[in-house]
């Protein structure tokens, strides 16, 4: 058995059994509490791998890795920052969302924060908030499947061009979100979050063995030839505080990611079933994220120079490993890939069928709308993939600032308070974060401004947040 064959035998046997959970997952949806949220039924280890792994997109897989590659030491702030956004959505808001979701029973995050149909501003909040969602997770699964295309290219670079791959990769992610809903989601995402955790261990393990050992890497990288690849206040050419706050602004877009909070609004049991939760999240993200940077600064020691830096975990995997195994590991970039864009693409269609209540609200009526809007939206992502060049690294970063600055502050204020802030304000903080990261992504390009999107608009959302709580005390 060639290389190429056994790779294409082991992805096939993954995405069937993808498939088949997705099948397994329509059994199980009988109603919209089902699709959005799986009848409230998660257990830790589902709530906590599968809401990491939605957060952890080809982003972490392929541009974290690639980043390092290319950066260097600068590269190590992205453990602080993607630690510690596990910490602030386990530690401090999932205890009071899950309250708060309780006693609502709001099935969604912008039915959450826009409260009871009688309160001010209710329609403008849904309205605003799902438009919000709509268009960033549309960014967002864009560069999903632009990863995709690029896996499946650099595997068999004879034999698919990059059209073909983004509509191979993009049509599977669509089959089994069509399917299953929310069951089937949570299910493939726990699945490929362990794979991704797994493959976070063996990758970079073979790579450091490859080089030589920690000592060996330590003297390979003192001796690359590359400005600022030794500074940790570097990023390539980029310098200084703004940088290391650019990068560690990504954390606090964690709350308001709708794909990954909307697992500790469907986790069930008590205190403890959350502590357990916390454990497995964190321990994740300091195993995935260690291994994607670890195996960065190898790949610039191993390999000195490739055409496209976020290109390094496929020609990682190609290059030490046999071929059956490197289709296992192929198969986890497929997993960051789709464990985000089943889940985004779930909540786009939740926000457009739920939030906006277009039309009647019948059960079969809501499933067959969001099922329509879920085709729609990859439709549209697909071509778009197809069509631009925009970077993984960049495109992702831009829709997780704009929906994080959106939501995150309400979210978190909500939780810590345990009521929602005045609706006025609400609504004033949504704008003013998504608007705010938009604006300074066009208006200050380069690294070292990256703070002004990702942390200013955070803090003025935060400011007007605090002061709707305040004024609703």
């Known amino acids: 058995m060639d290389r190429g064959t056994a790779i294409v035998l082991t992805l ?24 959005f949220l799986g009848g409230r039924g998660l257990g830790p280890l589902v709530a906590a791998v599968s809401a990491s792994a939605s957060s952890s997109s080809a982003w972490t897989i392929l541009s974290v890795s690639g980043q390092a590659y290319l950066w260097g030491i600068s590269a190590l702030w992205f453990f602080p920052a993607c630690v510690g956004g596990f910490f602030l959505n386990w530690y401090v808001l999932a205890p009071g969302l899950r309250a708060m979701t309780d006693r609502t029973g709001a099935l969604t995050i912008t039915e959450l924060v826009a409260g009871e149909r009688t309160r001010p501003f209710h329609h403008a909040i849904r309205t605003v908030g799902s438009l ?38 993009g049509g599977i992610v669509v089959a089994y979100t069509l399917l299953g809903g929310f069951w089937a989601v949570s299910l493939t995402d726990t699945l490929q979050g362990l794979l991704m955790a797994l493959t976070a261990i063996v990758v970079p393990a073979a790579a450091l063995f490859q080089v030589g050992g920690p000592a060996a890497l330590l003297d390979g990288l003192e001796a690359v030839r590359v400005p600022g690849f030794l ?20 954390g606090l877009g964690y709350p308001g990611q709708a794909h990954v909070v909307n697992r500790m609004m469907a986790l069930s049991g008590g205190p403890g079933a959350l502590r357990s939760a916390r454990r497995i999240a964190l321990s994740w993200a300091v195993i995935v994220y260690s291994g994607m940077i670890l195996l960065g600064l190898c790949g610039r020691v191993l390999w000195d120079s490739l055409p496209d830096n976020e290109s390094l975990f496929i020609h990682a995997t190609n290059s030490l490993f046999h071929p059956v195994l490197a289709g296992v590991m192929i198969a986890a970039v497929l997993s960051a890939i789709m464990s985000t864009a089943d889940s985004q693409l779930l909540v786009a269609g939740a926000s457009v069928t739920h939030d906006l209540r277009l039309g009647g609200q019948t059960r079969e009526t809501i499933l067959k709308r969001s099922r ?35 939501f995150g502050p309400v979210l978190v204020v909500t939780a810590l308070t345990r009521r929602l802030p005045a609706p006025g304000w609400t609504l004033a903080s949504m704008i003013a974060g998504c608007t705010l990261s938009v604006f300074a992504y066009y208006a200050f390009p380069g690294n070292e401004s990256k703070w002004l999107e990702r942390v200013v608009p955070y803090m003025v959302a935060g400011v007007l947040a605090v002061a709707g709580a305040r004024k609703a005390a």
Not at 12 to 35: C, E, F, H, P, S
Not at 241 to 249: A, N, P, T, Y
Request: charged share 10%.
């Open 231 to 250: 500074d940790p206040l570097s990023g390539g050419n980029a310098a200084g505080i703004g940088f290391v706050f650019g990068i560690l602004g990504i």
């Open 132 to 169: 919000i969602i709509v268009v960033s997770l549309g960014f967002y699964v864009c560069s999903q499947f632009q990863g995709a295309g690029k896996t499946f290219v650099h595997t068999f670079p004879d034999h698919l061009s990059l059209e073909a791959s983004i509509a191979i990769g």
């Open 12 to 35: 096939v046997a993954y995405k069937l059994l993808l498939l088949g959970i997705g099948w397994w997952g329509q059994r199980r949806t009988k109603n919209a509490a089902d699709y």
């Open 372 to 406: 329509l809007t879920v085709l729609g939206l990859s439709a549209i992502a697909i071509i778009a993939a197809m069509e631009t060049d925009t970077s993984i690294f960049q495109r992702v970063l831009f829709a997780w600032g704009a929906v994080g600055a959106a």
